[in-house]
């Protein structure tokens, strides 16, 4: 069936460094979204992609849709304690009212 | 303010004895689901609705049951719950298709013993 893999599960960084989440599709996606869900919270909705090859940045946040439209990524540049949390990524199942969720990526930052 | 409340923010309950987790958004959205989270699973759909009198198996719906007799509500109830229906669980609305924003409730953390 239709899957979204997101590695890596944790990531632990210094404050300051760089932090990167991969996330891929076994099928084509119309667009992905990106979520952040900060420790004890509720996934909040950070961004949404649409187009082949589309980057878009936030402050320190860049995200980027594969040309294929079945890969994405976000990048934290220069990591702060406010990034620390799980960061989700969804796109449309086949049936266009549900999502599929990658497994998210933990944010740890080193004390 | 937009916003999806959900009710009991925390409960322990013990196997067997039935309850309901309600979920109301102010948002007048079509779509809500819900989903449980578990550590290293990500968020798992349990069930959904596209509109009221709507609602369809997500992908983990046994042990659980809903209704959507309202747009603004969309309550989520355990018959019979189990340990292994100890979790975290969400409320989530949007307006519509998949590409629309999620708008996510505060969530529930339910331990059955």
């Known amino acids: 069936g239709q899957q979204v893999m997101q590695i890596p599960q944790y990531q632990h960084v210094q404050e300051g460094e760089d932090f990167t989440t991969y996330c891929n599709s076994s099928t084509t996606l119309s667009n992905i979204q990106w979520y952040k869900q900060r420790p004890g919270g509720h996934p909040v909705f950070l961004i949404q992609?649409?187009?082949s090859g589309e980057v878009k940045k936030q402050k320190r946040l860049t995200f980027q849709f594969g040309e294929a439209k079945k890969n994405s990524s976000l990048h934290i540049t220069a990591t702060q304690t406010t990034d620390v949390g799980t960061y989700f990524c969804?796109?449309?199942?086949?049936?266009?009212?549900?999502?599929?969720w990658g497994a998210g990526t933990k944010l740890i930052i080193k004390p | 303010e937009a916003q999806v409340t959900q009710n009991p923010r925390y409960l322990i309950t013990v196997t067997g004895k039935k309850l309901t987790v309600t979920c109301s958004q102010n948002m007048n959205h079509e779509y809500m689901s819900w989903y449980r989270q578990d550590p290293g699973l990500g968020l798992r759909q349990i069930y959904y609705?596209?509109?009221?009198?709507?609602?369809d198996k997500g992908d983990v719906p046994e042990g659980y049951k809903v209704s959507r007799k309202e747009k603004r509500n969309f309550p989520l109830i355990l018959e019979s719950p189990s340990p292994n229906q100890t979790s975290l669980y969400f409320c989530?609305?949007?307006?519509?298709?998949?590409?629309?924003?999620?708008?996510f409730g505060e969530g529930s953390w339910l331990t059955v013993v």
């Open positions: 969804a796109g449309p199942k086949d049936s266009n009212y549900q999502l599929i």
């Open positions: 992609l649409v187009k």
């Open positions: 989530a609305s949007r307006p519509g298709l998949a590409g629309n924003t999620i708008y």
């Open positions: 609705s596209m509109n009221v009198e709507v609602t």
